[in-house]
């Protein structure tokens, strides 16, 4: 029996896409090898839940954040479990714990970013480096994981995530709408705005945003999320003397956040912790040039002067040059954005990611025997 576990499966978060696309590749990998598949999240509610993604349905259970049926749901199928995949770090041990009880079962564990940049726990680090496999989102993370936590560099993997397939249709359907006012220009950040997540540069480009008004007068900063850091940062935007230029629409999902990329002209988040960062993605999509922090996992989505640019955080000035130059000169927009748009294309659907994590499904697998 294959089993995921999961810290969480339902949610609009990156770490919940990327783990709704695994469950998924897990569900049908069962399927197509005529074996069970049982998946599980802690902190979902209670009780059976259907998803889908793509042309695939699975259907999981969720333990309401209840950390002894969770565990004791996973130990009573220990038995039978011969390949385990744990979504985050916090669930290694429980992969070791399989593994004891049935020392046959191989497991893998995903990681994402920050989450192992910095020493892990003694007990979760030694149950990552007993993973059968470690799968991170980037280069930078993978390196982390072998440099930072010690896994072996053969058992480290990089697989990047993807756009959700439906996201990809709404691109081909979305209207671009009318800019905020004729003929103005339009940056984007779409985030979460917690005081935890301060790393991800929306401060910087408010910073920059003055400098950016006297060469692009027209110029707005639309910013999509919320969070507690929100009124911060609107007290930023107030101190700067751009509050009537920065617009904090909240967070938006499915079409209304489709408008919001359709209408931007450059998407920026000068972020020194992305583990990945799939709003670049989704941005990309939409054929919009990116300028993203020289930190993480970034620089394996932004190609410097390709498809975007990358700045080091808190470089005002270079970020203030970059969004300049992007707004004031059409071709270089339109050129960055087409090559962003393949680069999507050709590497970060859901297709691209099932055939990745397929692959490492069955190389883990043959080691078995």
């Known amino acids: 029996m294959i089993v995921g576990l999961f810290t969480r499966l ?19 990998f069962a399927r197509e090898s005529g074996g069970l598949c049982s998946l599980l999240s802690l902190n979902d509610p209670p ?16 333990f309401g954040r209840s950390k002894y049926r969770f565990v004791r749901s996973v130990l009573a199928g220990a038995t039978k479990t011969c390949l385990a995949y ?3 770090p916090n669930l290694a041990p429980l992969g070791l714990v399989i593994r004891v009880i049935s020392p046959a079962s191989r497991y893998i564990v995903a990681t994402y970013g920050i989450d192992v940049w910095r020493h892990l726990p003694l007990y979760r680090r030694v149950s990552l480096c007993q993973a059968a496999a470690v799968t991170a989102l980037s280069s930078f ?4 994981v072998t440099r930072v936590q010690r896994v072996r560099f053969g058992r480290v993997f990089v697989v990047p995530p993807a756009l959700d397939p439906e996201f ?3 691109v081909a359907t979305v209207q671009d709408p009318d800019a905020i006012k004729k003929g103005s220009r339009v940056l984007l950040t779409v985030a979460r705005l917690a005081a935890s997540e301060r790393y991800k540069g929306i401060e910087t480009v408010i910073e920059a945003l003055p400098r950016v008004l006297r060469a692009v007068p027209d110029v707005y900063y639309v ?17 700067k003397g ?4 920065v617009l904090f629409t909240g967070a938006k999902f499915g079409e209304e956040l489709a408008r919001q990329y359709a209408k931007c002209d450059v998407f920026v988040m000068p972020s020194r912790g992305e583990g990945f960062g799939v709003v670049f993605l989704e941005a990309m999509a939409y054929g919009k040039p990116v300028i ?16 975007g640019f990358l700045v080091r955080y808190g470089d005002i000035d270079t970020l203030a040059e970059r969004i300049i130059r992007l707004l004031t000169d059409d071709d270089l927009r339109k050129r960055m954005g087409d090559a962003g748009r393949r680069i999507v294309t050709e590497n970060y659907t859901f297709e691209h990611f099932r055939q990745r994590l397929t692959r490492l499904l069955l190389e883990v697998e043959s080691w078995k025997s």
């Open 10 to 28: 339902l949610g609009a978060g990156g770490i919940e896409r990327i783990s709704r696309h695994a469950a998924a590749v897990l569900s049908q």
């Open 47 to 62: 009780g059976h839940h259907r998803v889908r993604v793509g042309d695939v349905t699975f259907t999981f259970e969720g």
């Open 86 to 88: 744990l979504n985050h």
């Open 141 to 144: 993370t993978a390196d982390a």
């Open 168 to 170: 990809v249709d709404a």
């Open 223 to 239: 910013v999509v999320g919320d969070g507690d850091d929100r009124g911060r940062l609107e007290r930023v935007a107030a101190e």
């Open 242 to 245: 751009v509050r009537e230029r």
């Open 292 to 307: 993203g922090g020289d930190h993480g996992g970034t620089p394996d989505i932004i190609q410097e002067g390709v498809n």
